[in-house]
């Protein structure tokens, strides 16, 4: 079976990606300039996280011989009300990610391309850990309301994750 029906669904996903990575880079630096440097520091590994992503479809798509044509990445936004605003803001964008790869899914599957579809399960078991994780930390920000000083504890927290994945 031919890949060509999936090439484009999966560049426009290479730019979903690099969008949630710019969008995270642009959360951080958020961050930074309020001095909550735990939460910055989360968000500039999601970013990373996010790069990373991209170049797994990319390298997807030239494995199967298709060509990867970048799209326009736009201005992610830069000013947030709150900390619980950022966080909301990404559980939304992740869903929203989540929907793109069952969409994707759907028509791997409709066009009989099963390495694909084994290919973008991947993506579909990490949404679930991706919602999970932006979903814990909301729930927390929730919990502590507007403290100050609890925010400022849950951002040392945040500065104790290791890895970008
Ligand atoms: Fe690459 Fe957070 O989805």
Redesign the pocket.
């Known amino acids: 079976m031919s890949f060509k029906g999936m090439r484009d669904g999966l560049n426009t996903q290479v730019q ?2 690099i969008y ?1 990575s710019y969008l995270y880079l642009s959360m951080a630096a958020y961050f930074h300039s309020n001095n909550l440097n735990g939460f910055a520091h989360w968000m500039r590994l ?1 970013s990373s ?2 790069m990373g ?2 170049m797994k479809i990319y390298d997807y798509i030239i494995q199967r011989g298709g060509r990867v044509q970048l799209k326009e990445i736009k201005k992610p936004p830069h000013d947030f009300k709150s900390v619980k605003e950022v966080m909301e803001k990404t559980l939304a ?2 869903q929203s ?1 989540t929907q793109c790869f069952h969409e994707l899914y759907e028509q791997a599957a409709k066009q009989k391309d099963y390495a694909t579809q084994s290919f973008l399960q991947w ?1 579909i078991n ?2 679930v850990e ?1 919602e999970a994780a932006v979903n814990e930390i909301l729930q927390k920000l929730y919990l502590i309301a507007d403290k100050s000083s609890s925010i400022l504890y849950l951002d040392k927290e945040m500065k104790k994750r290791a890895t970008s994945s």
Do not use: G, L, P
């Open positions: 979903n990606e949630s999601q996280e996010e992503h991209a964008h992740e990610v993506f990490e949404q991706e």
